[in-house]
């Protein structure tokens, strides 16, 4: 993890591999942000012009490096696109500053020191930049750097390991919330980064035995509770969800509980993830192309399991319970057959139509579960549809609840951290297209508004009187293409912030 440090230190005086600053889009061309004052003294005042003659237009996120001029210690500048400058009297917008911090961390890989020089006007600014650098700052690297042979390790070059640390130049270490909002950005990004790597492990390695034990040591860690069934309990249990989608495996199938509590804590937060380890889309085999990234399945059991453990370490007045529905998804001899029938934990039936929609069977029988506990609310999350990717693109998820007010609270939420997403509703009348001549209901209805559809059928087997969202991150959970921003390639860790600033507001009760 990338240290991060606030510094009283002048930019010109600090001694770093690099000095970042800010440049926007002005009204009469580019203008350098504050904080940079230092800086562009040293270019007498130039800076701009000399960006300018470089190419740069401060577009969001662009990057451009120069060498420093006598006055500075830091030997390289770069300066980093923040997009359109605010109107007079107005801040930088903060998802503006993240992805701008995110952008020069990423740049400055094999680095290790940077001073950052960006606008810090307040401690919601520093936050900020502190996520979007440490954030940017990520790499996954474990199977990287080596071959072995007889034994031993062979260099071969390897990876250009994260930038190592990061200085906020402006902020004040001695000021409350300056402090408070390094270290929550710090707890923040490091949980979105752990997320980030189990997503990215090979599925041969993250099995759902495998990420259970993690799950199990991190609470033993952390002093929280923690409960696995392994595929005997699921049985005795009657889990015929989760059990009906593992089966198919040599891997059998986890359920597992980790939870978080204060003791002064008065409303209680169930979180329910996904965690399909690896999803061949069992006898409803997916089509080539389309397996080769379903490691990320279980993005939405990362991003619970994550966001408990950013909940304990932030001690927030709020109890959490995450529920982690794991299995791996394969044909074999012994898998569910489109046709099969299961029993849901709840004592419902299941008419399996299809065994690519597996995810919502073992969401089922841990919504059944969380519900027993009767929390104040219930948020599942899920790389769920390929149809909500198609709604929304890749970059946003949807939203679903059966309370209005809690739907628009969440989605408020995440613009807020930076998470695109929309609301999204739930229409009756697509219910009646899982009607099933054989079961009290199919896990497939029509095509059409299938994202819709899929949280209609997790609806059913929420508590009753119990407030429930459903978000599907199947767009956003997995990048497949360029990095941008603080945005990596490969896992992103979505939904943590989000869910980590739901249980804030919840423990504050500031929450709509």
């Given at each position: ?225 923690a409960q696995v069934l392994d595929e005997k309990a699921l049985v005795k249990g009657g889990y015929g969800g989760i059990m009906g989608v593992g089966k198919g495996s040599e891997n059998p199938p986890r359920l597992v509980k980790i939870a978080y509590t204060h003791p002064e804590a008065e409303k209680h937060l169930a979180f329910v993830g996904k965690g399909i380890t690896y999803d061949s889309g069992g006898i409803s085999l997916k089509p080539a192309g389309h397996n080769e990234t379903m490691k990320c399945d279980m993005s939405g059991a990362a991003a619970v399991f994550s966001s408990v453990v950013a909940a304990a370490k932030l001690g927030l007045k ?195």
């Open positions: 993890m990338t240290a991060l440090t606030l510094s009283t230190a002048g930019a010109a005086t600090l001694r770093a591999d690099a000095l970042v600053v800010g440049v926007a889009k002005g009204p009469k061309g580019l203008v350098v942000a504050a904080g940079a004052e230092a800086v562009d003294t040293a270019f007498d005042g130039k800076l701009a012009a000399v960006l300018d003659a470089l190419g740069a237009s401060g577009a969001e996120g662009e990057i451009t490096k120069l060498p420093s001029p006598a006055g500075l210690k830091a030997p390289v500048v770069l300066a980093v696109g923040l997009g359109s400058a605010p109107e007079q009297d107005q801040s930088f917008d903060e998802e503006a500053l993240r992805r701008a911090a995110g952008s020069a961390a990423r740049a400055l890989h094999g680095s290790k020191k940077a001073a950052f020089a960006l606008p810090l006007e307040d401690a919601s600014a520093v936050t900020a930049v502190a996520e979007g650098a440490l954030l940017g700052a990520y790499a996954f690297t474990s199977y990287q750097g080596g071959e072995k042979k007889n034994g031993k390790a062979e260099k071969n070059g390897g990876p250009k390991l994260p930038l190592a640390e990061v200085a906020l130049l402006g902020a004040k270490p001695r000021d409350k919330e300056h402090k408070a909002a390094a270290e929550r950005a710090t707890v923040v990004a490091a949980e979105v980064n752990v997320a980030r790597d189990l997503i990215n492990t090979p599925p041969n390695d993250l099995t759902p035995a495998a990420f259970a034990a993690i799950a199990a040591a991190t609470a033993k860690e952390l002093g929280l509770k709020v109890n959490v319970t995450g529920w982690l529905a794991l299995a791996e998804n394969m044909p074999s001899g012994s898998a569910t057959r489109p046709g099969d029938v299961l029993r849901m934990y709840s004592g419902k039936t299941v008419e399996v139509l299809n065994t690519d929609a597996e995810g919502r069977l073992v969401l089922g029988d841990a919504l059944t579960k969380a519900s027993e506990e009767n929390p104040d609310a219930i948020v599942d999350v899920a790389t769920l549809t390929g149809a909500m990717v198609l709604a929304l693109g890749d970059r946003t998820f949807g939203i679903m609840a059966n309370d209005d007010a809690f739907r628009t609270s969440i989605h408020e939420i995440a613009e807020e951290v930076g998470e695109s997403s929309w609301p999204m509703p739930l229409p009756e009348d697509l219910r009646k297209t899982m009607d099933s001549p054989t079961a009290d209901i199919a896990n497939m209805g029509v095509r059409m508004g299938g994202g819709l559809v899929a949280g209609l059928f997790l609806q059913e087997f929420v508590g009753e009187g119990i407030t429930w969202a459903h978000l599907d991150i199947a767009g956003p959970a997995f990048h497949e293409g360029a990095p941008y921003g603080y945005t990596p390639k490969g896992g992103t860790g979505s939904a943590v912030r989000t869910l980590v600033r739901l249980a804030e507001r919840t423990a504050t009760g500031d929450l709509g």
